[in-house]
């Protein structure tokens, strides 16, 4: 391949690049102003829901959803996938989805 053309390529490609530093930028930020806005830890958001469904936690997640903030934890439970909602600010358990399928 010519030096032109590697020139031409990394060219093209560094927009795209920057666009995606960016974005992860973004999220990383908007991440830590929802935890900043959380009663709660992650943490300890991880273990109420654990009390609720023993098991391997896969994924937390912190979001607002219907007007509140959320953690949602994913839970792993021989072999079935669940979903445990815990109120950010409250530490309530305000939904638990067993039907999320399989874990792999």
């Known amino acids: 391949m010519s030096k032109l053309l590697k020139t031409t390529i ?3 490609l560094l927009p795209v690049a920057i666009f995606a530093l ?10 830590v102003r929802l935890s900043r806005q ?5 943490e ?13 936690t896969r994924s937390i997640e912190l979001e607002w959803n ?6 949602e934890v994913e839970i792993c439970q021989d072999k ?11 530490g309530a358990v305000l939904d638990i989805d067993r039907q999320m399928g399989k874990c792999d």
């Not at 959380?38 to 992650?42: E, G, P």
């Not at 079935?80 to 409250?90: G, I, L, N, R, S």
């Open 44 to 56: 300890k958001a991880e273990d109420i829901a654990l009390k609720s469904v023993p098991g391997r």
């Open 66 to 71: 219907d007007g509140k903030l959320q953690y």
């Open 10 to 12: 990394a060219s093209s």
């Open 38 to 42: 959380a009663k709660i830890s992650m």
């Open 22 to 31: 960016g974005q992860a930028g973004q999220a990383e930020g908007e991440a």
């Open 80 to 90: 079935k996938k669940m979903e445990v909602t815990v109120d950010a600010a409250t």
